[in-house]
């Protein structure tokens, strides 16, 4: 009985001291670092320029009168839209129905002369050959024949261009595009060559892109551009450099001219977001911007394997949309940690949990 008293009480006595060890211990252990974690993917991953500029309507001409006349009809308005040969305006065309109709009189009177002079050559050709008149009188006839030919050819031609001008009362539109501005009104008079609209053509526009004099020398004919206007946001559109101007601007820029043809809602005059593609790197390592973090030792960023960090020196590249590339120090495939990688360091136990949708 008295052992079993003396090896209880000795077991009392050494409670305490396992219970500090065990404090001691979990004291020296650092906490898990509450992290989410990334895979290192290969993308591919574009080198590029990129200026604002402004689009400039190549096609803005100013439809004016071509013939005299009063205004009856103006059926378009600044702002409107129109189809190349739509009917935008209409002059008075009275006078030329009524010119048309004296030069038809005049066709008809000079046809009858020259249906009656045939009669007098036909007669005078049959009295040659009877000897019953001279020669000089059947050439007489002829000529006045011949004449009177002139004269019906010369009223025909008269009467076309009477027609010509009679259909240019009626204004068309000589592009696809817009009305810039609306110069006449009903009941105005023009004449000829008075202005009567302005148009602004969409179909070919020229974006003019100012690039700093420093990127000048990366820059090159045929190098492909994307475009983005603010009047068409959902749209990128892609084509070529045009041309380089040869002369640097007042404003140390370099102007880099695209050309836009056939888009819809594209206007001239409105700004335009362009991008040069210089090169791409096809197979490119890239990671979260916030994995790659800043130490004493340079860019790292920190591998999670077996719940443990393990800091790795990087080089690295292009930033673009949210990623950075890893030149050097990662490969393909590795895990990085994402969230709560500035808080880690070499060998530093985590708790990865699910990363949030990003």
């Not at 007098?120 to 050709?125: A, P, S, T």
Request: hydrophobic residues 40%; charged residues 20%.
């Amino acid at each position: 009985m008295m052992n079993k008293c003396m090896l209880l009480l000795a077991a009392i006595l050494l409670l305490p001291a396992c219970s500090k060890n065990e404090q001691s211990t979990q004291a020296m252990t650092p906490p898990a670092t509450l992290i989410t974690v990334a895979q290192a993917q290969t993308k591919k991953l574009e080198i590029f320029e990129q200026a604002v500029g402004a689009m400039e309507s190549l096609v803005d001409p100013g439809v004016g009168a071509e013939v005299p006349g009063k205004v009856i009809k103006v059926l378009v308005h600044a702002g409107q839209a129109v189809k190349k040969g739509q009917l935008i305006a209409v002059l008075d065309a009275a006078d030329y129905a009524l010119q048309k109709r004296e030069e038809q009189a005049e066709i008809g009177r000079i046809e009858a002369l020259l249906s009656n002079q045939g009669k007098i050559v036909d007669r005078n050709q049959q009295l040659v050959q009877k000897n019953f008149i001279s020669r000089n009188a059947l050439d007489d006839a002829s000529s006045q024949q011949n004449a009177l030919r002139q004269q019906l050819e010369g009223a025909k031609a008269q009467l076309a261009s009477i027609e010509h001008n009679s259909a240019k009362t009626a204004i068309l539109s000589p592009i696809d595009g817009r009305v810039e501005k609306q110069i006449v009104s009903p009941g105005d008079f023009v004449k000829q060559g008075d202005a009567l609209f302005q148009l602004i053509g969409t179909q070919h526009l020229r974006a003019h892109l100012p690039f700093p004099e420093g990127v000048a020398a990366k820059l090159h004919s045929g190098q492909t551009v994307r475009l983005v206007t603010p009047t068409a946001p959902d749209r990128v559109y892609t084509t070529t450099i045009k041309e380089i101007k040869p002369l640097i601007g007042s404003n140390r820029a370099v102007d880099v001219i695209a050309d836009v043809v056939d888009q819809e809602g594209w206007q001239g005059g409105a700004s335009v977001n362009g991008v040069v593609v210089l090169g791409e790197h096809t197979e490119a390592v890239v990671v979260p911007e916030s994995s790659v973090v800043l130490r004493p030792a340079g860019e790292v960023v920190y591998a999670i394997k077996d719940k443990t960090a393990s800091q790795r020196i990087v080089r690295t590249g292009l930033r673009q949309e949210g990623m950075v590339e890893i030149v050097e120090g990662l490969t393909a495939g590795e895990t990085v940690a994402v969230d709560g990688a500035a808080y880690l360091t070499d060998k530093a136990p985590v708790n990865v949990q699910q990363s949030p949708a990003r």
